[in-house]
């Protein structure tokens, strides 16, 4: 059986379906299996809030993954990447439950970089427009690496309503049209169930968000996002450069915060509140109003990743270039309403 266009909308209207009454349920006091996160120097939230709803996303998204599957086949890399996500979703749960040491989280990471290796997803060209090959070595540490990172790098970025529920859906959503347009449409398909997954929680995480996206969330989908930007890049159907831009509002940020705590000497495994984003809030802009402006950004990054794909590496480093400069004058607005902020 083919994966029709008919058909991938009937399994995201019911995955979104699944996704949303899932989270409610998660989302109501005293529910099976809540797990309150309460409020610390991390945070933005005032109240104790529910975090359980990644575990619905996650719950959603595996049936509509087995009802894809079951129709048109599957392929022992789909297990690969569902076997690292399932181990990786264990693990971040029992965190958010009672806490698991840092080590025994990033071994688990490290197993699910593994599974990704043994599906045969490791990188084997350097990670920028017209980069030449790499050695097998190599390829396997920079694997390693990007998904350890973005795996992390999601969690770090889930702290503001409907921020992670967003970036799921422009991002997978992104990816799931680039590998579509490519041709690759069962993977096409399952990377944008996951965008429906994130819809339907996003129903109840959008500020006021009334539930959150949990470790039990977050890791995973930054798991997969990884395997499947590893998937695209191997595919053709998207470099792995043109991934990063798809998440770009995730990786920038993250990657210029944890930076800049390093050079101040700051130990960047604790929790704080100096993401840009965090930053924007915390100088008096809504969350809403924050989220908006990230919603921009994410589909943007979306748009130029996916028309970039098929451009010269001239004008893909053109556009990458004014994308940069777009960050920086961001970074330097929000620095500026800091400013402001602190000397009323």
Same mark, same amino acid.
């Given at each position: 059986?083919?994966?029709?266009?008919?058909?991938?909308? %009937?399994?995201?209207? $019911?995955?979104?379906?699944?996704?949303?009454?899932?989270?409610?349920?998660?989302?109501?006091?005293?529910?099976?299996?809540?797990?309150?996160?309460?409020?610390?120097?991390?945070?933005?939230?005032?109240?104790?809030?529910?975090?359980?709803?990644?575990?619905?996303?996650? %719950?959603?998204?595996?049936?509509?993954?087995?009802?894809?599957?079951?129709?048109?086949?599957?392929?022992?890399? $789909?297990?690969?990447?569902?076997?690292?996500?399932?181990? @990786?979703?264990?693990?971040?749960?029992?965190?958010?439950?009672?806490?698991?040491? +840092?080590?025994?989280?990033?071994?688990?990471?490290?197993?699910?970089?593994?599974?990704?290796?043994?599906?045969?997803?490791? @990188?084997?060209?350097?990670?920028?427009?017209?980069?030449?090959?790499?050695?097998?070595?190599?390829?396997? $540490?920079?694997?390693?690496?990007?998904?350890?990172? !973005?795996? &992390?790098?999601?969690?770090? !970025?889930?702290?503001?309503?409907?921020?992670?529920?967003?970036?799921?859906?422009?991002?997978?959503?992104?990816?799931?049209?680039?590998?579509?347009?490519?041709?690759?449409?069962?993977?096409? +398909?399952?990377?944008?169930?996951?965008?429906?997954?994130?819809?339907? /929680?996003?129903?109840?995480?959008?500020?006021?968000?009334?539930?959150?996206?949990?470790?039990?969330? +977050? %890791?995973?989908?930054?798991?997969?996002?990884?395997?499947?930007?590893?998937?695209?890049?191997?595919?053709?159907?998207?470099?792995?450069?043109?991934?990063?831009?798809?998440?770009?509002? /995730?990786?920038?940020?993250?990657?210029?915060?944890?930076?800049?705590?390093? $050079?101040?000497? #700051?130990?960047?495994?604790?929790?704080?509140?100096?993401?840009?984003?965090?930053?924007?809030?915390?100088?008096?802009?809504?969350?809403?109003?924050?989220?908006?402006? #990230?919603?921009?950004?994410?589909?943007?990054?979306?748009?130029?990743?996916?028309?970039?794909?098929?451009?010269?590496?001239?004008?893909?480093?053109?556009?990458?270039?004014?994308? !940069?400069?777009?960050?920086?004058?961001? !970074?330097?607005?929000?620095?500026?309403? #800091?400013?402001?902020?602190? &000397?009323?």
């Amino acid at each position: 059986m083919t994966v029709s266009f008919g058909l991938v909308v %009937a399994l995201c209207v $019911v995955v979104a379906g699944v996704a949303a009454g899932l989270t409610y349920s998660f989302g109501r006091p005293g529910a099976w299996l809540s797990v309150l996160d309460l409020p610390n120097e991390r945070s933005l939230h005032q109240r104790p809030t529910p975090r359980t709803g990644g575990l619905a996303i996650l %719950a959603a998204v595996a049936g509509g993954w087995l009802a894809l599957f079951a129709l048109v086949g599957g392929s022992a890399e $789909v297990c690969w990447i569902a076997g690292g996500a399932l181990s @990786i979703a264990v693990i971040s749960f029992a965190d958010d439950r009672g806490g698991v040491s +840092a080590r025994c989280r990033l071994l688990v990471h490290l197993l699910g970089a593994a599974s990704l290796l043994a599906g045969g997803l490791a @990188i084997q060209r350097v990670p920028v427009p017209g980069g030449g090959e790499l050695g097998e070595v190599a390829g396997v $540490v920079l694997t390693v690496g990007f998904v350890v990172w !973005m795996t &992390n790098l999601y969690n770090f !970025m889930d702290g503001m309503d409907g921020f992670a529920g967003g970036m799921s859906v422009s991002g997978f959503g992104s990816l799931g049209v680039a590998l579509w347009l490519h041709g690759d449409r069962p993977m096409g +398909a399952a990377s944008i169930l996951v965008a429906a997954g994130a819809l339907g /929680f996003l129903r109840y995480n959008f500020p006021p968000a009334r539930i959150f996206l949990g470790d039990i969330g +977050a %890791a995973p989908l930054g798991y997969l996002a990884a395997a499947l930007a590893l998937h695209g890049d191997r595919s053709g159907a998207l470099p792995l450069w043109a991934a990063c831009v798809v998440f770009s509002p /995730f990786v920038v940020d993250a990657t210029v915060t944890l930076v800049r705590r390093a $050079v101040r000497g #700051e130990r960047v495994w604790q929790a704080h509140r100096t993401h840009y984003y965090q930053r924007l809030v915390t100088s008096g802009w809504s969350h809403r109003r924050t989220v908006l402006c #990230e919603y921009v950004a994410m589909l943007t990054g979306g748009v130029v990743a996916l028309h970039l794909r098929t451009c010269s590496p001239p004008s893909q480093w053109l556009a990458l270039a004014a994308l !940069m400069v777009g960050y920086v004058l961001a !970074m330097v607005a929000v620095n500026r309403f #800091e400013r402001i902020h602190l &000397n009323r």
